[in-house]
Nanobody, 124 residues
């Protein structure tokens, strides 16, 4: 079983930045395409960003374009989500997800493994 562990969430003022991290067992990480999703109270889980397992392509949801950057370090078994120009509307629980594929997926149902989530709160 693959366990994903997120960190880096917290409280930030509007306009600020945060970097989320997600790590997992090194035996599996290089085989996983990775994604970030978020879910606000009363709303469906939303695609934020994804990156191929070879770190050669990144994809972004509309909520992330121009403000967020996904990256990965396969040597450190970690995927990152750098978030800038944060807005109160970005407040949500952010989840890291992995799928055993060379291809990314923008639908949450396409992922095999999930982290427990990390809370991001943006104050106005």
């Amino acid at each position: 079983q693959v366990q994903l562990v997120e960190s880096g969430g917290g409280l930030v003022q509007a306009g600020g930045s945060l970097r989320l991290s997600c790590t997992t067992d090194g035996r599996f990480f290089s085989r996983l395409a990775m994604g970030w999703f978020r879910q606000a109270p009363g709303r469906e889980r939303e695609f934020v960003a994804a990156i191929t397992r070879n770190d050669d392509h990144a994809y972004y949801g509309e909520c992330a374009k121009g403000r967020f950057t996904i990256s990965r370090d396969n040597a450190q078994n970690t995927v990152y989500l750098q978030m800038s120009s944060l807005e109160p509307e970005d407040t949500a629980v952010y989840y890291c997800a992995g799928r055993l594929s060379i291809f990314v997926e923008t639908k949450s149902t396409g992922y095999d493994y999930w982290g427990q989530g990390t809370q991001v709160t943006v104050s106005s």
